[in-house]
């Protein structure tokens, strides 16, 4: 019974301690661990919506990225389009040019050819102008003095 009474003893001492214990354990949870799991939750609440916030920003920035390399492949067809027209305007001035150097070669050719047509005509003209005076000349140093030239022709 000494031991009951022992441990009775030691049990009423304990009161306060276990009472101090749970006070503590209540003032932990009140004063510590609701905070603490409060600014947690916060916390994760930001991290979450950080993370889904920079996933957003991620696929805007792939939108973009995107509508410029669009914009960019629109804007090379353009450029490649107006070279292409350049060029073939400038084929075509080209090919204008060469057809107006042609014609007025063709022109030239065409000119210088009645010329030397004109020059050959007159060339034989003088040449037969110049075989009947040879021929009329070689008459009178073969002739007699007296002959007539106009019958030795016939």
Known sequence: MEILNQLGGLVLG???TMILFVLLVIAYSVL???PLERTLAERRARTTGAVEQARGAISAAEAETAVYE?????A???IAA???QRLKQWHE???AALTVARDAAKERIGAARVEIEASAVAARKQIEDATAQLSDSILRAVLPAGAKISEAHQ
Do not use: M, Y
């Open 14 to 16: 304990s009161v306060p």
């Open 76 to 78: 090379r067809a353009e």
């Open 93 to 95: 001035e080209r090919d």
């Open 82 to 84: 107006a070279r292409e």
């Open 32 to 34: 510590v661990q609701g």
């Open 70 to 74: 669009g914009k960019l492949r629109a």
